[in-house]
Structures are given as structure tokens and as C-alpha cells.
């Protein structure tokens, strides 16, 4: 399974534990950005995932911003792209298996590591169920 993941400064700690985690499993990651803490404009990076899912074969994307809010409006913008925000892993599993979303938005200033890793595998193992 092929995962575009990418954040902006407020979202790169939690990017950072999310790859170190997930690094061993069966999914591939690209890492899109942002490679620092430092302030950058997030628009560029919801662009970019939305991108691989729309144009390069990636099956879902992940991106992550101070709260989520940012990323989920930006990748909405675009037809066949369902971002879902997503603050659990209920909610993770719901918008899989009951809208088929494609691309996990999280707030890294508002979710926790544990959390956070236990809403990406969610999203990423549920099906649709159609």
C-alpha cells in the first residue's frame, strides 16, 4: 500500500513519530515535507499529497497541521479527494468504512502520539464497506 504523508511546522513532530513507527510496516511512505519546525505556508504540501493520490497511484494520504482544519479544507477543494479530519480512532475507522475517505488529516498540536498512531493504522486497515 502506497502512502503519501506530509505536514506543515505544526504538524512535523507528529509526522516525524508517525514514519519512525510505521517505518517497519507494510506500508510505503513518501515523505513530501515539510523537513523542519520552521513556519511554512501548508496549502504547498496539502497540494502535494493531494496530488499523489490523484495522479500517481498512491492509495491514501496523510497530512498533518496544527489542527487538522487547515489541511482537510485545502485537499476538499479538489474533485474525488475525501479528506477526513480525524481526532480518534473511531473516527478513522468511520470515515473509511462508511465515506471511503482517502486522505487522514490530524493536528499535530492536538493529538497525542498514541492517539495518533492508532488513528493512522485505523485508517489505513479499514475498508470500505460500500
Known amino acids: 500500500m502506497k502512502v503519501a504523508i506530509a505536514c506543515d511546522h ?3 513532530k507528529l509526522k516525524e513519530f508517525l514514519l519512525s513507527k510505521l ?9 513530501l515535507g515539510c523537513n523542519s519546525n520552521e513556519n511554512v505556508h501548508y496549502p504547498y504540501y496539502s497540494r502535494r ?3 499523489y493520490v490523484l495522479n500517481e497511484g ?6 498533518i497541521c496544527g489542527t487538522g482544519q487547515g489541511m482537510s479544507m485545502c485537499s476538499n477543494k479538489n474533485k474525488n479527494i475525501r479528506a ?3 481526532t480518534d480512532a473511531t473516527m ?5 468504512a462508511h465515506g471511503d475517505s482517502n486522505i487522514l488529516c490530524m493536528g499535530g498540536r492536538i493529538t497525542n502520539d498514541k492517539v495518533a498512531l492508532e ?12
Open 10 to 12: 505544526g504538524g512535523y
Open 23 to 31: 517505518k517497519d510496516s507494510n506500508y510505503n511512505f513518501i515523505d
Open 49 to 51: 499529497v493531494t496530488h
Open 58 to 63: 498512491y492509495d491514501f494520504g496523510i497530512l
Open 84 to 86: 477526513a479530519l480525524c
Open 92 to 96: 478513522a475507522t468511520l470515515a473509511r
Open 119 to 130: 488513528t493512522t493504522i485505523n485508517f489505513l486497515e479499514t475498508k470500505f464497506d460500500g
